[in-house]
């Protein structure tokens, strides 16, 4: 029950902070910095943005020092994946500069049905029916998504980066849960590591 009760709160704690991240990073993008009466230049930094979260990953470093005994320690050659991940949350940032807030998340769902798609290619896993008919739905949802948004180029050049985005984030997904399945690594370290090299 502990155990269940904690899951709870990691999964409030992600919905909460995740959308806090969304709305502070989009915010961030329109804020005036220079001329803003004339013509006004706006933050819209997506590389620095993506440099902060890679500090935030660091910091996990600090934590799984006091927590590493409980772990066997592997070496871990992360560069492929922080490469990946760099590159796929800077294409995302970038395309929140040219969407709305809300169409950028709905299109970060995409991830699912790439990541499926690559699990079936690369881990030969099996899905029933019913998952097939769940990625179903969800890509209906973004096909409505993609076309209810306004027609003009800046967005449809931010639906592409974010889409493209989630095929590097999914293809490290599925390359580090490769890895995780045959090697016991902390989480914690695995992120850190992955901020050091994303730095």
């Not at 155990?3 to 709305?23: P, Q, R």
């Not at 996990?60 to 492929?80: A, H, P």
């Amino acid at each position: 029950m502990h155990v269940f009760n904690l899951n709870i709160v990691f999964i409030i704690g992600l919905l909460i902070f995740g959308t806090l991240n969304t709305f502070l990073t989009k915010y961030q993008d329109t804020v005036c910095i220079s001329d803003c009466d004339t013509n006004p230049i706006y933050f819209q930094q997506p590389m620095l943005q993506t440099l902060n979260m890679f500090f935030g990953e660091i910091l996990c470093l600090v934590i799984w020092l006091f927590y590493k005994e409980t772990y066997s320690y592997i070496e871990l050659d992360q560069n492929i994946f922080d490469i990946e991940n760099s590159l796929s949350s800077t294409l995302m940032n970038i395309g929140l500069i040219f969407v709305s807030a809300s169409i950028f998340q709905m299109l970060r769902g995409s991830i699912v049905i790439f990541t499926a798609i690559l699990s079936v290619l690369f881990l030969h896993k099996k899905y029933n029916l019913e998952k097939w008919y769940s990625l179903f739905i969800i890509f209906l949802g973004l096909i409505i998504v993609g076309l209810n948004t306004d027609d003009n180029n800046s967005n449809f050049i931010g639906i592409c980066l974010i889409l493209l985005a989630q095929i590097f984030s999914a293809t490290q997904y599925v390359l580090e849960e490769k890895i995780l399945l045959n090697h016991n690594i902390s989480p914690l370290l695995a992120v850190g590591v992955e901020g050091v090299f994303g730095t």
